[in-house]
């Protein structure tokens, strides 16, 4: 059985404060994003940097807070984000390894591979934009690309664990319209 890729969730340590936790999460983000870049259909995926907070790039506040109440997006709106903290490594890896998905728990039972497919996202002036969306439903796990074709890159829109079971439903709806094609999928 090959290993699972998908990388161990980064906990709070136990004595370690919130600022250190953090700074701990920053680290992986700038190593995965910053520092380097992940390729998507031979593309660099690139990272949104402003608006700027704290110092730190708009796109590490969408990998670790949630914008609960939906207002402006805005990160210094946003509220830390437990499960998404615990998952900083995961786009990266997501976005790498998402056509090789092996089993990766005992518990899960076979794993079905990621799901992918593309949708149009309705932006500014009614204009809609191309977003491809990879989901492991065993992790209920979802990262958004925006492929930017003419610019050479994609850009990483989002990528959270969807804990809703309606927005797993709504998922599950968007793939199946879409085409969605598993990849990855274990014997």
Same mark, same amino acid.
């Given at each position: 059985?090959? &290993?699972?890729?998908?990388?161990?969730? &980064? &906990?709070?340590?136990?004595?370690?404060?919130?600022?250190? *936790?953090?700074?701990?999460?920053?680290?992986?983000?700038?190593?995965?994003?910053?520092?380097?870049?992940?390729?998507?259909?031979?593309?660099? %995926?690139? %990272?949104?940097?402003?608006?700027? *907070?704290?110092?730190? &790039?708009?796109?590490?506040?969408?990998?670790?807070?949630?914008?609960? =109440? $939906?207002?402006?997006?805005?990160?210094? =709106?946003?509220?830390?984000?437990?499960?998404?903290?615990?998952?900083?490594?995961?786009?990266?890896?997501?976005?790498?390894? $998402?056509?090789?998905?092996?089993? $990766?728990?005992?518990?899960?039972?076979?794993?079905?591979?990621?799901?992918?497919?593309?949708?149009? $996202?309705?932006?500014?002036?009614?204009?809609?934009?191309?977003?491809?969306?990879?989901?492991?439903?065993?992790?209920?796990?979802?990262?958004?690309?925006?492929?930017?074709?003419?610019?050479? *890159?994609?850009?990483? %829109?989002?990528? *959270?664990?969807?804990?809703?079971?309606? =927005?797993?439903?709504?998922?599950?709806?968007?793939?199946?319209?879409?085409?969605?094609?598993?990849?990855?999928?274990?014997?």
């Amino acid at each position: 059985m090959m &290993e699972c890729w998908i990388p161990r969730e &980064e &906990e709070l340590r136990p004595g370690e404060d919130w600022q250190d *936790y953090e700074l701990r999460l920053y680290d992986l983000f700038k190593a995965d994003f910053l520092d380097s870049r992940p390729t998507f259909d031979g593309m660099p %995926v690139r %990272v949104r940097v402003n608006p700027k *907070y704290d110092e730190r &790039e708009e796109a590490f506040w969408h990998l670790t807070c949630r914008d609960y =109440s $939906h207002g402006d997006g805005l990160p210094e =709106s946003r509220d830390p984000d437990m499960e998404r903290c615990r998952r900083i490594r995961w786009p990266r890896a997501f976005i790498e390894n $998402h056509r090789i998905c092996a089993l $990766h728990s005992e518990m899960a039972g076979e794993c079905r591979g990621v799901m992918v497919w593309t949708a149009g $996202h309705t932006v500014k002036h009614g204009r809609s934009v191309p977003r491809v969306k990879l989901f492991q439903e065993e992790e209920s796990y979802l990262v958004v690309l925006e492929p930017r074709r003419k610019k050479g *890159y994609c850009l990483l %829109v989002t990528a *959270y664990h969807v804990e809703e079971e309606w =927005s797993r439903r709504k998922i599950a709806r968007e793939a199946e319209k879409n085409g969605a094609l598993f990849f990855g999928p274990c014997g």
